[in-house]
């Protein structure tokens, strides 16, 4: 079992439940975060944010970043292909919103995103990394944080070069999805390059890659000493994983989530995308949690095709309703 009094510091950040949900576009924003949050996730991402559209203004942009005090400690994921535009867009989320760490991403292997030099293209070229991780830091005054790939192909691994770079130039922790750009989500996450990204720095690092249960932590943290660990996929349609991390490590007992209590933060979760996303948008979204909320466990079929099925928000109410009464 892991040392349970594990405790983490990014910058002046202090936190006793270092198990962060992982930025994840398309689904982390304010609906899926606050109820992560109320599930005990330690800290929660926006999704990437792009700094072209911050220093545009884009009211669409500029909607991803807004969160409530609730989600505290936040942070706000974002990316871009110059120092300029990343500096600027620094500042703008910094001034406006105040979040409590932004954090850079260089893990994104989406070639939209990479054909334009952002997101995990920057392992390609470690100085303009350096260039653009410096222009953050500059410009705001709270941690910054990086979040990246191993590498961009398995010839070129460069995360712990990169991570003794990015330390000299002030950031407060790094989070490493130890797979390549080339290899996507293929194969599985290489673990080794935590514990030796681990060996060669001081500051914080976060392990990410291929959690999927408490066994899975723990080896994670035998594995690398890591100083926190993040989830992603395992956290889709069951953000009470938080509860059970949290339950195990105090020697209480989990009981799996009842029919009832899933249709329950379905409902919220629904409501809370209506709520910021409008009725059709909001009820589009909310398709592919309910596939997610009602995988794996008996009968889960039955209920995944009737939420695949429905047209609208009203129809998704009624089904929610008909199930629980
Ligand atoms: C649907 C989806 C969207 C993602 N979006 C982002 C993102 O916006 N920013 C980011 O840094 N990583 C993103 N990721 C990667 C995750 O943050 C994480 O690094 C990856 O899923 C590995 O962790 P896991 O095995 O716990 O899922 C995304 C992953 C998924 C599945």
């Keep these: 079992m892991f040392d349970i009094n594990k405790k983490i510091q990014i910058g002046n950040l202090k936190l006793d439940f270092p198990f962060f949900l992982a930025p994840m576009a398309g689904v982390t924003d304010y609906a899926f975060r606050v109820i992560a949050k109320e599930f005990g996730a330690g800290v929660v991402y926006s999704e990437f944010v792009s700094a072209h559209g911050i220093i545009r203004k884009n009211e669409k942009t500029l909607n991803m970043i807004k969160f409530s005090e609730f989600e505290r400690p936040i942070g706000i994921q974002i990316f871009g292909d110059t120092p300029e535009v990343m500096e600027n867009a620094a500042r703008v989320v910094y001034e406006k919103f105040k979040p409590d760490l932004i954090d850079i991403n260089y893990g994104c292997p ?11 293209a920057a392992l390609k070229d470690l100085c303009l990394m350096e260039d653009i991780t410096e222009a953050v830091v500059k410009a705001v005054d709270i941690p910054v944080t990086v979040k990246m790939r191993a590498g961009w192909n398995s010839e070129n691994i460069v995360s712990t070069q990169a991570g003794i770079n990015l330390e000299k130039i002030g950031i407060k922790a790094i989070t490493l999805h130890p797979r390549t750009t080339v290899q996507m989500y293929k194969g599985s996450a290489n673990w080794d390059l935590i514990k030796e ?5 001081k500051i914080p690092v976060i392990g990410n890659g291929d959690i999927k249960s408490i066994d899975d932590i723990n080896k994670m943290f035998t594995q690398t000493n890591c100083d926190g ?10 953000p009470w994983f938080f509860t059970q991390i949290k339950k195990y490590i105090n020697n209480e007992d989990f009981n799996e ?8 933060i379905c409902q919220k979760h629904l409501e809370l995308l209506v709520q910021i996303h409008g009725e059709i948008v909001g009820s589009n979204n909310m398709k592919k949690h309910f596939a997610w909320y009602f995988k794996g466990f ?14 609208n928000y009203s129809e998704m109410k009624d089904i929610l309703y008909n199930i629980r009464h």
């Design 110 to 120: 989406v070639p939209k995103v990479t054909k334009k030099g952002a997101g995990s």
């Design 298 to 311: 008996k009968g889960a079929s039955f209920f995944r095709k009737k939420f695949v099925l429905a047209k």
């Design 257 to 264: 989530i009842s029919l009832e209590e899933r249709l329950e």
């Design 197 to 201: 990204l681990k060996d060669n720095v």
């Design 229 to 238: 660990i993040m989830i992603g996929r395992a956290a889709l349609g069951n």
